[in-house]
T-cell receptor
């Protein structure tokens, strides 16, 4: 089954404790992206990746890191989490061709609370 | 720079009534436009996509949207609302072409259906 898998589904942590949210897709998609969803703000892009070893900042990259060593995986790293990073996070991937983006496939989300 | 504005953070209609969710976009190049739906505790799913073919786009679950370049709009409609349509709806825009990178989302519209 084609899917984007995020882990964990829920995470409670404390300020300053490094954490990683994993994302994996089994569709051989080139494009992967991380979003955070906050009430009234919709989805805001954190980082995206056009292909292996190619990553770029989205609209709200501060406090986050990503890596794309393999095509299927795109982990989101918070080196020193702060309470303002409490949010619902979504990973997504899509197939891209010469005409642009096909549809995004989303993971089920990770609810992060930073105390 | 691209942007998306969704008018109305919350829309409530009666079951069987017309659904109209508004989306206006800004893009310096011909855009790709999307509507996504998010059911409670789930990731987003694609409803429909405009990619410069037909201006009236039909999607899943009886939804459709019309691209109006003169109004820079891409409003989502459904002739007759069903209780199962209650969800949050997001309009999104991206540039077309192989260099397309960001996909920008609106702030979302929560649709409620009254019995």
């Amino acid at each position: 089954e084609a899917q984007v898998t995020q882990n964990p589904r829920y995470l409670i942590t404390v300020t300053g404790k490094k954490l990683t949210v994993t994302c994996s897709q089994n569709m051989n998609h080139e494009y992967m992206s991380w979003y955070r969803q906050d009430p009234g703000l919709g989805l805001r892009q954190i980082y995206y990746s056009m292909n292996v070893e190619v990553t770029d900042k989205g609209d709200v990259p501060e406090g986050y890191k990503v890596s794309r060593k393999e095509k299927r995986n795109f982990p989101l790293i918070l080196e020193s989490p702060s309470p303002n990073q409490t949010s619902l996070y979504f990973c997504a991937s899509s197939l891209r061709d010469g005409a642009g983006h096909e549809k995004l496939f989303f993971g089920s989300g990770t609810q992060l609370s930073v105390l | 720079a691209q942007s998306v504005t969704q008018l109305g953070s919350h829309v409530s209609v009666s079951e069987g009534a017309l659904v109209l969710l508004r989306c206006n976009y800004s893009s310096s190049v011909p855009p790709y436009l999307f509507w996504y739906v998010q059911y409670p505790n789930q990731g987003l799913q694609l409803l429909l996509k405009y990619t410069s073919a037909a201006t009236l786009v039909k999607g899943i679950n009886g939804f459709e949207a019309e691209f109006k370049k003169s109004e820079t709009s891409f409003h989502l409609t459904k002739p007759s609302a069903h209780m199962s349509d209650a969800a949050e709806y997001f309009c999104a825009v991206s540039e077309g072409g192989s260099s397309a990178s960001k996909i920008i989302f609106g702030s979302g519209t929560r649709l409620s259906i009254r019995p």
